[in-house]
Antibody, heavy 117, light 108 residues
């Protein structure tokens, strides 16, 4: 079965760090463009970052310099390292596979990140 | 930066009726770059339509997409209770790379 399973969310204090993981099954992470998308409570969707199959990485202005996207090919896993976390980073974080011109066809179930003191 | 505006904010309809959702871009976009998603409460989004009008795998033909330039629509015919959800449009561009509309809530 083709799926993504995210983990690593939790409650963290402002200024802290957290790493999200997203394990893929049924397809190979390194062969695809993989994105992180977040959704603040009761709000819409916000694209966060993408990792190309070739290794290029891109970030939203709101997280550039604080977040890092990466992958471990041996574990078929996508990561999002989040540093210098702020209250406005509180959201459910989804990993997703890009299929066609940015269309995201496979989504993980989401990992909740709460930044609060 | 392209901004996607969805309307209406909420749509309340009865089973069997047709829903028409609008997504308007602040500037002309390629149809290839326009997608629609359904998000039920507590769930991740699900891809419905890509390339403006192509249904994703497993999506029933009650869902159809259309439009070009700056105006795109998602039509849901013969509404069912399970169609109650928030629907988002999305555009693939450069800055930001993926932009989402604010969503339309459909209540059945």
């Amino acid at each position: 079965e083709v799926q993504l399973v995210a983990s690593g969310g939790g409650l963290i204090q402002p200024g802290g760090s957290l790493r999200l993981s997203c394990v893929a099954s049924g397809f190979t992470v390194s062969d695809n463009y993989m994105s992180w998308v977040r959704q603040a409570p009761g709000k819409g969707l916000e694209w966060v970052s993408v990792l190309y199959s070739a290794g290029n990485t891109y970030y939203a202005d709101s997280v550039r310099g604080r977040f890092t996207i990466s992958r471990d090919n041996s574990k078929n896993t996508l990561y999002l390292q989040m540093n210098s976390l702020r209250a406005e980073d509180t959201a459910v974080y989804y990993c997703a596979r890009e299929y066609y011109f940015g269309a995201l066809d496979i989504w993980g179930q989401g990992a909740m990140v709460t930044v609060s003191s | 930066e392209i901004v996607l505006t969805q309307s209406p904010g909420t749509l309340s309809l009865s089973p069997g009726e047709r829903a028409t959702l609008s997504c308007r871009a602040s500037q002309s976009v390629s149809s290839s770059s326009l997608a629609w998603y359904q998000q039920r409460p507590g769930q991740a989004p699900r891809l419905l339509i890509y390339d403006a009008s192509t249904r994703a795998t497993g999506i029933p033909d009650r869902f159809s997409g259309g439009g070009s330039g700056t105006d795109f629509t998602l039509t849901i015919s013969r509404l069912e209770p399970a169609d109650s959800a928030v629907y988002f449009c999305q555009q693939f561009g450069t800055s930001p790379r993926l932009a989402f509309g604010g969503g339309t809530k459909v209540e059945i």
